[in-house]
């Protein structure tokens, strides 16, 4: 389709051009735009520097989501227009991160839908449906994030708790293999990540009483290779009363170690799930990944101790798994503000203003923390994004209120940079909550929050996006959302942030003084991460327009890309 004729169709809030009726029931259509090249490690390892794929769920190993070419940037992007925009089959939440492989294009959808498609003009190539099981238990919607490639294979994580690797050029399985059993509330809508003839995949679940981990899996064959616990086996760490800011987060020690003493350590049902992709650092060969939250969420009673490792930054040896170090943001969490949005390494100035190697975290507390990737140690945390009320206010029988709300700050929503600028950029948001505990035992497999987190609902709710330079910790700029903002940001050498939000907007911005450069309304929540390619010369705009479950942002199935006009 040529954008001189979509010009003509601008008028139109959504526009066609190839979509669901082409679906087959398993795999259907042939080849339509050559063979997948074999990707290899080292594509995979060079792809911070590849201005023509999107290869990573964030871009490149150390997540960036930091695009290298400059062709749409700040003096032309207002001429962007829609190139395609391919319809899946599935009316619903969107998360997915479109992965791009010589102008060949991987997305999903809820349920565990994977389609391919021509990145150049939206045509379907295949489109397979993953082979549901009885049992699915997952929190915040039948997300996936996305898939991973290497080799001639695509690996996608299931609502049912599977690994399944697919033929790049057909769409047809090629194995599949269980990662954790579902019926006691294991599930995956993360995508995966390839390293060296690995795949590593972590688990939601950390609302059901599972016990979180990171595994990893043999591309070839889907042989397990090790796995890293992130619930310790003592799981009671160092007794911790303030939290990574320094706050006293009230707790009573010894009512804890009382409990500890006739409970036990609850480390086989404390959480602890991995929501998002790890970083991974070739030269040290290390993997760096964020923890959520304990289990129960609001119910501290049952878990005493500070439930090592979650809410933490973890690093662990990439060949066998075994821990490096760890950085713990909230000890003992009892408001759900566990740590979800991925991590990201690149060059920092440590304390005394030299360079270091570095990884940064944004936290849903409204901090950036910036870390040392030798020990993990904290250098600084950033000005707060949102407002931060009643910290650390316990839960209460009745309720009680703190900011921020459990959703964040930021949520899952990847953080983008810009080496550069050396600026960071978060989506947040700002929902006022009340926290009520509620004890009950263990529920083997079902949900246990513990109590209850509730917005209120005559408080005026937001989001932002925000720019953090984290060499200093300072906010250089924050532009205001009318809603809470949940997705990711994609940053790129043009010098242009781009972020979509729940009321269908698709939006650029100037990455260094947050100016709105130019907009699109996509009718339906534009709620999950963009990437961007090139082919044959034109630089591409990818993101997903299907809302999002978790905020009940309006729900679509488009999946839209955007190049300049002519």
Sequence with gaps: MKLKFLKALLALPLVLVAGSAW????????????DLSYVTQDMLSRAAGDGNNFLH?????????????????TDNVGKLRPAWIFQTEIVDTMETTPIVVNG????????????????????????????????????????????????????????DAKLVALD???????????????????????????????????????????????KAFDTETGELKWTFH???????????????????????????????????????????????????????????????????????????????????????DLNTGEYVCHFQYIAHDVWDLDAVSPPIITTVKDADGNDVKGVLHGGKTGHVYVHKADDCSLIRFSEAMVPQENMWTLPTADGARMLPGANGGVEWSPMAI????????????????????????????????GGSFDVIPDEEQWGNVTAVDYDTGK???????????????????????FTGEGNGLFKAYDSTSGAELWRFQAGAGVN???????????????????????????????????????
């Design 23 to 34: 679906a087959q029931e398993e795999v259907g259509g042939g080849t339509l735009y050559g």
């Design 57 to 73: 769920t964030n871009g490149n190993y150390q997540q960036t989501r930091y695009y290298p070419s400059r062709q749409i940037n």
């Design 104 to 159: 060949v294009m991987y997305v999903t959808t809820a349920f565990n839908h994977v389609y391919a498609l021509d990145a150049r003009t939206g045509a379907q190539i295949w489109h397979h449906k993953h082979d549901m099981g009885p049992i699915t238990t997952y929190c915040c919607g039948p997300n996936n994030r996305g898939v991973a490639v290497t080799g001639d294979k695509v690996f996608m994580g299931t609502l």
């Design 168 to 214: 790049a050029k057909t769409g047809k399985q090629v194995w599949e293999t269980e990662i954790a059993d579902p019926e006691l509330g294991y599930s995956e809508t993360m995508a995966p990540t390839v390293v060296n003839d690995m795949v590593l995949i972590g688990t939601n679940g950390g609302e059901y009483g599972i016990r979180g981990f990171v």
């Design 230 to 316: 992130t619930t310790a086996e003592d799981s009671t760490g160092v007794w911790a009363t303030h939290d990574a800011t320094g706050r006293d987060m009230l707790r009573d020690i010894e009512a804890e170690k009382a409990a500890l003493a006739e409970q036990g350590d609850p480390y086989e049902t404390l959480g602890g799930g991995v929501w998002q992709n790890p970083a991974v650092d070739l030269e040290t060969n290390r993997v760096y990944f964020v923890v959520g939250n304990p289990s129960p969420d609001l119910d501290g009673a049952l878990r005493p101790g500070d439930n090592l490792y979650t809410d933490s930054l973890v690093a662990v």
């Design 418 to 449: 810009d080496p550069t600028q050396r600026l960071s950029y978060a989506i947040n948001l700002h929902q006022p909550m009340t926290y009520t505990v509620s004890s009950t035992p263990y529920p083997e497999g079902k949900l246990w929050l």
């Design 475 to 497: 906010i250089r700029w924050k532009v205001r959302t009318a809603e809470p903002m949940i997705g990711g940001v994609l940053a790129t050498a043009g010098g242009l942030v």
């Design 528 to 566: 999950a991460p963009p990437s961007s390619y090139t082919v044959d010369g034109t630089q591409y705009i990818v993101v997903a327009a299907g809302g999002n479950a978790q905020l009940n942002y309006k729900r679509g199935n488009n999946i839209i890309a955007f190049a300049l006009a002519d």
